[in-house]
């Protein structure tokens, strides 16, 4: 499959603090990358959705000013969670859409004290 | 979530024994994706179906659209196969976003 860096692996921040994370698609062009969190109980939640020289589109209960999104090309995506809060807690997955199919990286668990 | 009823949440199977993990839609999916959540959190891209079966070794996986369910076989199971198995499907008419599962925890035991 194709292969999604996604760095830090874990991070903790103070409450209210905030933390960037950043996702690199090697060796392929993404046609889109979408960002969801984990939750401890395992579900999933779609944060946003982003395709290159497109509006991101956030899902209901995220907003662009809590999670600023960044995708300047077809291999690069970031994220930010502004002042981060005990229920921000979790795993932030970016997946790389590339053939239909969707990869992810490991994954940024974050702790927040 | 709602839409992904995803069963069972739990499957416990002996070396080189085999099951079935299953995925029914509430609504018109359009492609399902099934991935594997290893111990580390890194999700797996196993399979992506429009329609029918594919097989890639020991894993099988069909999605039926009309009859809304997509299934996951697991044949001579081993030990690296323990983890979280989730279904995820992309509405009809929706491009890009996927509605996950809730997982089933697999755990191959010698």
């Known amino acids: 499959g194709a292969l999604v860096y996604q760095y830090p692996r874990r991070t903790i921040c103070k409450s209210g603090t905030s933390m960037r994370m950043e996702c690199q698609a090697v060796?392929?062009?993404?046609?889109?990358v979408a960002w969801y969190r984990q939750s401890p109980q395992k579900t999933f939640e779609l944060i946003a959705l982003s395709t290159v020289n497109s509006a991101i589109k956030y899902e209901q209960n995220f907003t662009q000013e809590k999670f600023p999104i960044s995708h300047p090309n077809l291999s690069f995506s970031s994220m930010t969670v502004l002042n981060a809060y005990l229920e921000d807690r979790g795993l932030y997955l970016c997946g790389a859409r590339y053939n239909e199919r969707l990869f992810f990286g490991h994954g940024t668990k974050l702790s927040v004290l | 979530g709602d839409q992904v009823e995803q069963s069972p949440s739990a499957l416990s199977l002996h070396e080189g024994t085999g099951s079935a993990l299953r995925c029914n839609f509430t609504?018109?999916?359009?492609?399902v994706q099934w991935f594997q959540q290893n111990s580390r959190g890194s999700l797996i891209n196993l399979f992506y179906?429009?329609?029918g079966t594919k097989e890639n070794g020991r894993l099988k996986s069909t999605f039926n659209s009309k009859e809304s369910y997509s299934t996951l076989h697991i044949r001579d199971a081993q030990l690296e196969d323990s983890g979280t198995y989730f279904c995820a499907a992309e509405l009809a008419g929706n491009t890009g976003k996927l509605i996950f599962g809730l997982g089933t925890t697999l755990q191959v035991q010698p």
């Open positions: 179906l429009a329609s």
């Open positions: 609504t018109t999916m359009r492609a």
């Open positions: 060796g392929f062009q993404a046609t889109s």
